[in-house]
């Protein structure tokens, strides 16, 4: 089951430890240029990760609500600095490198995240690993 926040918990909510990068995208009409889900869509409901954090926004259990905010810097976008992509897109990237044993310095470019990652709002995210295995063979050694 899917836990979707609140509008009370939306207005309250500051990011947790990616909170710099939230509030900058909180006021505006940011949507992952990957996976195209809202700032909003982006909030899960899951086990918080780190003790200090799931003491302070936990509940008994340890859950709440999370969001995944990284610097994204691809293959395609070496020389103009980086993107902000959500958890799900970041972490299908890296799972798509360590499933395909891709080189450590590449990453898929937002674009081509958004035809291999398909994600879920407020949820996880599936993975097209052949889509993955074709863009990077096409686009590896055309470089």
Not at 35 to 47: A, G, Y
Not at 99 to 104: E, G, I, K, Q
Not at 119 to 133: L, N, Q, R, S, V
């Amino acid at each position: 089951m899917v836990k979707i926040i609140s509008d009370e918990e939306f207005a309250n909510f500051d990011g947790l430890h990616c909170g710099a990068k939230y509030a900058r995208l909180k006021n505006k009409d940011w949507r992952c240029p990957s996976c195209k889900r809202t700032l909003r869509q982006c909030i899960r409901w899951r086990k918080i990760s780190g003790r200090y954090w799931r003491e302070l926004y936990g509940d008994e259990n340890g859950y709440g609500f999370t969001i995944g905010l990284h610097a994204h810097h691809d293959h395609g976008n070496r020389w103009h600095g980086t993107v902000i992509i959500c958890g799900v897109c970041n972490a299908a990237d890296g799972a798509i490198k360590r499933v395909l044993r891709l080189p450590d310095g590449w990453s898929f470019s937002v674009e081509e995240l958004s035809r291999i990652v398909k994600a879920e709002p407020h949820g996880g995210g599936t993975i097209d690993y052949d889509m993955a295995k074709g863009i990077f063979d096409r686009e590896y050694f055309r470089l």
